[in-house]
């Protein structure tokens, strides 16, 4: 997973979609209607949220201090205690301030790994490092400090982290390349299965062709044997660009071989592959954009069947469910088992794999848009969803805090929402089609109704009713003899409220 650089200026905070009660009894409700906890007392001053990480009922939250300015960073342990979050464990850097310690944090099973991209080695040059801690009883006990040999300066390395199976990822997206391409990048594996008890030695992954500042290993995720890889462009590009790429470990040596590039059709766009995730089923590659005028949306390319013999599937592209908002979706990706949630300026959204595909089940947004701006960092697992974002008020970044709520509440209260609304639109049939389908929607009450068609880029391609329509039952016909083959999305807005469905058209 990623951590995105921002201005160490700036506190965020973080949404923790969790429970009704907080951690110490402290309970504020905003105007958006989300419960809302404070920053630590300790992280004022720094970037409060700077990466997160979850596993089980544990959570662990970093504020990175100001490296310019040498401030240290921390990293907090959040442990669910019934219905409350409580304080538990504080990681401090074992290296010196202005480290950029908790720029990224990763966490599975009995490991821990907190990245300081901007600690010096011994010759006094910022390479980065990463300590890696072991659950021992009830505490964390920092065990192997890592960092490879021959970093360059300035290589980052620690800036992306990824852990599963005893297995961890690390991004240094600022090496230079084996022939010295500047800021080429490079990604390391450490296996701590394969010599329990011994220090685990680094593994190079690398591409065959690096390009001059494509920045590999920008982002990182890994689960089980494969793992996720993504480049990130600055500047001019000398070959190659915007690539993403999945590795395999073979069981012979332990080391990571490219198996996949996984490739975005049409013009490729700087931000592909700014954050990237895999499950079992599916390596997910997002491409946030900021909208103009309607018509530049981003969205998550989802890329299955890697793990069969028939070998990688046509991509799956995710939207977001209101073409006309959520900017920069896409911005922040994360998976756990069978869920995704996909984060964007406006919210965040959850979907589920079912029948072979991503299907969106639940968004999590305030209830007046606007009210919060979400920054790109998204965790989630079975239970709960996290997100970071900061109220876009006056002082907003001068009062960062953490939201919460439980996954199938974010699901609950979207539902209520719905029933609210006074309005129902049905699914497209038949979908697929080829060239006309019936969209049906109904009203509880007589009002303005705007229905729209978009295609995956968010460009408006027809109006199928756009006026006061009385209470009842409703037809529209869509007809796209005109358009090519894919997917189109069809939004209605009656009054304040929006929804939107998918359909297909295969000519």
């Known amino acids: 997973m990623l951590v995105q650089d921002y201005p160490s200026t700036i506190t965020l905070g973080i949404l923790l979609l969790l429970t009704p009660n907080i951690a110490h009894g402290q309970q504020n409700i905003n105007s958006n209607g989300l419960n809302h906890i404070p920053p630590h007392e300790m992280a004022e001053g720094k970037l409060w949220g700077a990466s997160i990480a979850q596993m089980d009922d544990t959570l662990f939250i970093s504020a990175t201090g100001d490296v310019e300015e040498g ?131 680094a593994s190079n992954i690398n591409v065959s062709m690096p390009s001059s500042n494509e920045h590999f290993g920008h982002a990182v995720d890994i689960k089980g044997g494969w793992a996720i890889i993504s480049t990130f462009e600055s500047g001019m590009v000398v070959g190659p660009r915007n690539r993403v790429f999945l590795f395999d470990q073979s069981e012979v040596n332990g080391g990571w071989y490219r198996r996949e590039y996984l490739t975005k059709s049409g013009d490729n766009w700087p931000q592909y592959g700014t954050d990237v995730a895999i499950s079992r089923e599916s390596a997910l590659v ?56 996909v984060s964007s300026n406006d919210g965040v959204e959850i979907y589920n794999w079912l029948d072979n595909a991503w299907s969106r089940t639940a968004i999590f947004e305030p209830q007046i848009a606007g009210e919060i701006s979400f920054t790109g960092r998204v965790a989630v697992n079975d239970h709960f969803v996290v997100a970071s974002g900061v109220p876009n008020t006056e002082d907003g970044y001068n009062n960062p805090g953490i939201y919460w709520q439980r996954l199938d509440e974010v699901t609950s209260a979207q539902k209520k929402r719905q029933m609210t609304t006074g309005f129902e639109l049905e699914k497209a049939y038949p979908n697929p089609f080829n060239p006309t389908t019936v969209i049906q929607y109904s009203l509880s009450n007589a009002d303005y109704v705007r229905l729209e068609v978009f295609d995956l880029l968010g460009r408006k391609v027809d109006i199928l009713a756009d006026g006061i329509k009385p209470a009842g039952e409703h037809t529209a016909v869509f007809n796209g003899t005109q358009l090519t083959s894919g997917v189109y999305i069809y939004t209605i807005k009656v009054g304040n409220s929006i929804m939107t469905e998918k359909m297909t058209m295969i000519k």
Request: glycine letters at 14%.
């Open 71 to 201: 401030e240290p960073g921390l990293v907090w342990e959040m442990v669910l205690n019934g219905d409350s979050w409580e304080y538990g464990q504080m990681f401090e850097s074992p290296a010196s301030p202005g480290d950029g310690f908790g720029h990224a944090v990763a966490v599975a099973d009995s490991i821990l790994v907190i990245g300081a991209p901007f600690a010096e080695n011994e010759d006094g040059d910022v390479t980065g490092k990463v300590f890696l801690y072991l659950k021992e009883e009830e505490d964390w006990k920092l065990e192997y400090e890592l960092s490879p040999e021959n970093l360059y300066d300035g290589a980052r390395f620690g800036h992306s982290l990824a852990a599963d199976s005893g297995r961890v990822i690390v991004g240094a997206p600022d090496q230079q390349g084996y022939d010295e391409l500047e800021n080429a990048g490079s990604a390391y594996g450490f296996d701590l299965t394969r010599n329990p008890g011994e220090k685990p030695e």
């Open 286 to 341: 997002g491409f946030p954009r900021e909208q103009v005028d309607g018509s530049q949306v981003g969205g998550v390319y989802s890329f299955s069947g890697f793990q069969s013999s028939e070998g990688i599937n046509e991509p799956e592209i995710l939207t977001p469910a209101h073409p006309q908002g959520f900017m920069n979706y896409g911005s922040g990706v994360a998976v756990s088992s069978e869920i995704l949630a």
